[in-house]
Antibody
Framework: EVQLVESGGGLVQPGRSLRLSCAAS????????MHWVRQAPGKGLEWVSG????????GYADSVKGRFTISRDNAKNSLYLQMNSLRAEDTALYYC?????????????????WGQGTLVTVSS | DIQMTQSPSSLSASVGDRVTITCRAS??????LNWYQQKPGKAPKLLIY???SLQSGVPSRFSGSGSGTDFTLTISSLQPEDFATYYC???????????FGPGTKVDIK
């Protein structure tokens, strides 16, 4: 059974940093691209960042480019999101999602498994 | 950037109804369109990928169609467990990311 378990969320002041983690199990982690998707309270889904199976291709939404860094450790079956210079508008539930493809940015991509999310609240 | 719109933004329907949700892209995205279902307090679930391919385990009452700029998600006979919000997502142009539509909420009439 595929499982994605996010952690690392919490309350943080504007301008500070936070690192999210996603522990994956039940599939061959290094065969697939992985993504972070967020959902602000009461709002829709927003793709944040994606990374290919071998970290060779990485992408970011314009809203987080230069502030967030995605990474993965295939030996640990883990995905990460380093979030710096956090803003109030970054407040959201952050989901880790598995891609059906190996390469982030493939047009055949679809997110077939999702974690339950970790809540990030940016407030003073 | 490719913009995605959905219509309607919400609808009320009864069990057994046929429901159709439309998604439109601001430019052609071929068949690179996915559909997700999200229930309150839950993570999204992939229903349809590549415009018309049914994800494994998803009931056959769900179907997708379309190509280019106009796409449709159809629920042939609405069931109680189908009341949820539905999102489309394009994967054609990912330079700016995998754009989601704003969602369509389906609730009980």
């Amino acid at each position: 059974e595929v499982q994605l378990v996010e952690s690392g969320g919490g309350l943080v002041q504007p301008g500070r940093s936070l690192r999210l983690s996603c522990a994956a199990s039940g599939f061959t982690f290094d065969d697939y691209a992985m993504h972070w998707v967020r959902q602000a309270p009461g709002k829709g889904l927003e793709w944040v960042s994606g990374i290919s199976w071998n970290s060779g291709s990485i992408g970011y939404a314009d809203s987080v480019k230069g502030r967030f860094t995605i990474s993965r450790d295939n030996a640990k079956n883990s995905l990460y999101l380093q979030m710096n210079s956090l803003r109030a508008e970054d407040t959201a539930l952050y989901y880790c999602a598995k891609d059906m493809e190996a390469v982030a940015g493939s047009p055949d991509a679809a997110f077939d498994y999702w974690g339950q999310g970790t809540l990030v609240t940016v407030s003073s | 950037d490719i913009q995605m719109t959905q219509s309607p933004s919400s609808l009320s329907a009864s069990v057994g109804d046929r429901v159709t949700i439309t998604c439109r892209a601001s430019q052609s995205i071929s068949s690179y369109l996915n559909w997700y279902q999200q229930k309150p307090g839950k993570a999204p679930k992939l229903l349809i990928y590549a415009a018309s391919s049914l994800q494994s385990g998803v009931p056959s009452r769900f179907s997708g169609s379309g190509s280019g700029t106009d796409f449709t998600l159809t629920i042939s006979s609405l069931q109680p467990e189908d009341f949820a919000t539905y999102y489309c997502q394009q994967s054609y142009s990912t330079l700016r990311g995998f754009t989601f539509g704003p969602g369509t909420k389906v609730d009980i009439k």
